[in-house]
């Protein structure tokens, strides 16, 4: 607010973000409640495969609205979401999902998909909802990139944390292995296949792994938009006031850059980032402490935060806003099972 009334601007883009903020909050509650509707219970599995569901559903409405004329149609006659800029620019998009938003809720769920893969003791000992979530997985990995290739952001940390799990706790996915590696070629021979016989999904794939295939093709990791990112989209203040408090300018891409940290400080200087930067910290604090398997994955979703903020500006607070609506004291782990398993065996054996 400060850094708009001393510029004399008129733009409330972060000044406003109090009424963000509560109205993620309420419709979290809102979601959260129908939930518990239906389930008796709010807790960060159910919410988990909510978000999942809603994240392939929205990758399998982009295909078929870019394969289905009559489809498209029926959609864009019903919801404006800049499909004219979307279709000019080639864009894949769903329903209310596209671009980097898009992109950035489904790096989301990917990460917490994983860290169900690796904690929830009901997905890990029911092989169909393990095959399930592997499956969903991969889908949201591939469509999500040909939708909005910042999917890769969530998609890479997922598996970092997977493997940084599994050498932790080997013993826990042992059996599972088969069924991981099973699901994998699956996937890849179907990818493949579509790869080498549909020209559509060939364009569409090359695109949401721009950078691979570059990488694979030419030894040089690159795309164009990473291109635009590092030659031209670096911009900062050009004075002391600038870095302090901002020039109170975000919209309309006044400054010609897509980068988070630049758009931000441009804004409201270093003092209104520092202060939006300690929000999410704070977030990740509470979170970390909730639950003490999740301690982990809460650090995980805040440097998922600050690499984003490379790419794009945009903020994680819907799904904080969905984690302060769940029931934690519910949450178990598969670690936690084991180990009462174990005590019981032990009391069974000395009674």
Known sequence: MFAVNYSDSNDYTYVSYVFSFFTWLGGAYAVSQAIKALH???????????????????????ILIDNIPAFR????????????????MRRLYGIGASLDPAGTRFSVVLFLMAYLLCKDEQILRDKKWFVAMIAAYFTISVLGNMIARTTSVGMILGLVYIVYSVGLVPHKKSNLFPVVLSCTVVFVALVTFFYQTNPVFH???????????????TGTFRTDSTDKLNNVMWIWPEDLKGWIIGNGLFGNWIYSTDIGYCRFILYCGLVGFSSFCMLFIYNAWVFAHKFRDFGLAAFFLLV??????????????FIYALFYCVDWDRETTFTDEMQEEEVERELDTLA
């Open 73 to 88: 149609q029926f959609v864009d006659s019903y919801i404006a979401q800049g499909q004219v800029y979307l279709q000019d």
């Open 304 to 317: 998922l935060s600050f690499v984003i903020w490379m790419k794009v500006a945009t903020d994680l607070f």
């Open 40 to 62: 008796g219970e709010v807790t960060l599995r159910l919410v988990i495969l909510y978000l999942t569901l809603t994240c392939v559903s929205q990758c399998v409405l982009a």
């Open 203 to 217: 364009k569409n794939l090359r695109f949401a792994f721009e950078g691979f295939f570059n990488w694979v093709e």
